[in-house]
């Protein structure tokens, strides 16, 4: 079955381009994630914690004065 698929693929001019544009797009996406993890405020990621929690009685004003 593979090497049905695979003859199909190589008959494909310019196929080879599509494993690369994957790998770039995933690697692009992995970076971006990376800086957004090492620049997030402490502050936003304990909000976002605790939003599952929260049962709704305080004011939205209350929740961004820590």
């Known amino acids: ?5 695979q003859h199909h693929f190589d ?3 310019g196929i080879g381009i ?3 544009l994957s790998f770039v797009v995933f690697f692009t996406f992995f970076l971006a ?3 957004w993890v090492l620049k997030v ?13 929260h ?4 004011s ?3 929740l961004h004065a820590h």
């Not at 079955?1 to 698929?5: A, N």
């Not at 405020?41 to 929690?53: G, K, N, Q, T, V």
């Not at 049962?55 to 305080?58: A, I, K, R």
């Open 33 to 35: 994630m990376l800086w």
């Open 11 to 13: 008959t494909i001019a």
């Open 41 to 53: 405020s402490r502050r936003h990621i304990d909000h976002m914690a605790a939003l599952p929690l």
């Open 1 to 5: 079955m593979l090497k049905y698929v």
């Open 60 to 62: 939205n004003d209350e």
């Open 55 to 58: 049962d709704g009685s305080t």
């Open 18 to 20: 599509y494993p690369m």
